[in-house]
T-cell receptor, first 115, second 115 residues
Framework: AQSVTQPDIHITVSEGASLELRCNYS??????LFWYVQSPGQGLQLLLK??????LVQGIKGFEAEFKRSQSSFNLRKPSVHWSDAAEYFC?????????????FGTGTRLLVSP | GAVVSQHPSWVICKSGTSVKIECRSLDFQATTMFWYRQFPKQSLMLMATSNEGSKATYEQGVEKDKFLINHASLTLSTLTVTSAHPEDSSFYIC???????????FGPGTRLTVT
């Protein structure tokens, strides 16, 4: 069964510092890959997605992610974190066997931003 | 962009009563919608897939008679929690799948508290 692993439950980053959130997936073929952000008490907002092509994808709010097939990873990065980036971040995959419709989510990484 | 609304945003009900949550895709048609449940500080758990004009598909362990789903139109899906109990208290999130973008768009969530 496919799975998504976000190994970091919490990460604390100083404002202005760079950020990398890790995501690894387990699936036989390349799935569609997504990163979502959730603020407290809110729904999910899509940051970026990867379907095919260029393995470095740009998203909203200055985020980017790189797909590495050899590592089955899709890590999220931001060069300079802002206090407003503090939130919960979810990596998700959609696979061919569900028509790329159903999402499997990782457990999430809570980002804390220190002054 | 694609917008999904949920109503109500929060609801308090007494044990034994039923409550209905609406999920609407405001600017696109969605043949498929999804219902998730999220416990505090946890990831999203898919409850069911709602298909317009047909019966919903429930994930393993989800009681279909307790969580009634109706997808009567291409822009509306409803989740009814029947005979609610305190353990049904949770944050319920819906999403609408946009075929042309291979992407789910999420509603803002509904906080249900059963007293």
């Amino acid at each position: 069964a496919q799975s998504v692993t976000q190994p970091d439950i919490h990460i604390t980053v100083s404002e202005g510092a760079s950020l990398e959130l890790r995501c690894n997936y387990s699936y036989g073929a390349t799935p569609y890959l997504f990163w979502y952000v959730q603020s407290p008490g809110q729904g999910l907002q899509l940051l970026l997605k990867y379907f095919s092509g260029d393995t470095l994808v740009q998203g909203i709010k200055g985020f980017e992610a790189e797909f590495k097939r050899s590592q089955s990873s899709f890590n999220l990065r931001k060069p300079s974190v802002h206090w407003s980036d503090a939130a919960e971040y979810f990596c998700a995959v959609a696979s061919l066997n569900t028509g790329f419709q159903k999402l499997v989510f990782g457990t999430g990484t809570r980002l804390l931003v220190s002054p | 962009g694609a917008v999904v609304s949920q109503h109500p945003s929060w609801v308090i009900c007494k044990s034994g009563t039923s409550v209905k949550i609406e999920c609407r895709s405001l600017d696109f048609q969605a043949t498929t919608m999804f219902w998730y449940r999220q416990f505090p500080k946890q990831s999203l758990m898919l409850m069911a897939t709602s298909n317009e004009g047909s019966k919903a598909t429930y994930e393993q362990g989800v009681e279909k008679d307790k969580f009634l789903i109706n997808h009567a139109s291409l822009t509306l899906s409803t989740l009814t929690v029947t005979s609610a109990h305190p353990e049904d208290s949770s944050f319920y999130i819906c999403s609408a799948y946009r075929d042309t973008h291979y992407e789910q768009y999420f509603g803002p969530g509904t906080r249900l508290t059963v007293t």
